[in-house]
């Protein structure tokens, strides 16, 4: 099972890799130099971003998923429903963090760090990396100690960043 899901998520991040087609322009804005000097003066270059806007809304709700699953597999606990459908869930929902992930560096590529980037943005950016992340290898160490933390951890800084796109 474990292998299959590595395949799947390898293969979202290379599918979501090959769509992207140069998502950043440099344009100028050029002011014209005084009428006796007739050469042109560079004034400010900034980037354009083009923002696909069905990756971005995939994104978003890929972010929902991954919270309801998440939820869902830490309310399902071996204890309370049985190995199996935790372990399956669990799959789910790191698999969706992976696809949030994916499509999230996809759709917002070049917006995130930089000047223009608003700091809600970064915030959003940071706590979704990490709790994706962590979503995304919980799996893998289970069944241990740090299994139930990870996966606790991961899920609610997924909570924290959507929210706080959300609300910032």
């Known amino acids: 099972m474990k292998i299959i899901y590595i395949l799947l998520a390898l ?3 290379c599918l979501a890799g090959q769509q992207i087609q140069g998502p950043i322009q440099e344009t100028m804005n050029l002011n014209e130099a005084p009428a006796e000097d007739s050469s042109l003066v560079l004034t400010d270059v900034t980037p354009v971003f083009h923002r696909n806007q069905t990756v971005s809304k995939a994104h978003d709700y890929l972010g929902w998923a991954t919270i309801a699953m998440g ?3 830490g309310l399902t606990a071996p204890k309370l429903a049985g190995h199996e459908s935790h372990e399956v869930m669990g799959n789910v929902s790191a698999l969706l963090a992976g696809s949030a992930l994916a499509t999230g560096f996809w ?3 070049g917006e995130v760090g930089n000047q223009q980037s ?3 943005s ?3 950016a940071l706590l979704g990396i990490i709790g994706g992340a962590l ?3 919980t799996p893998f160490i ?3 100690d740090a299994h139930k933390m990870t996966g606790i951890l991961g899920a ?3 909570t924290v960043a959507v929210t706080w796109k959300v609300i910032f």
Do not use: D, E, G
């Open 118 to 120: 608003s700091s809600s």
């Open 11 to 13: 293969a979202s991040s």
């Open 156 to 158: 609610s800084l997924m």
């Open 71 to 73: 939820l869902a597999t």
């Open 142 to 144: 289970a069944p241990s």
């Open 122 to 124: 970064n915030v959003h």
């Open 107 to 109: 759709a917002h590529y």
């Open 135 to 137: 979503m995304v290898t």
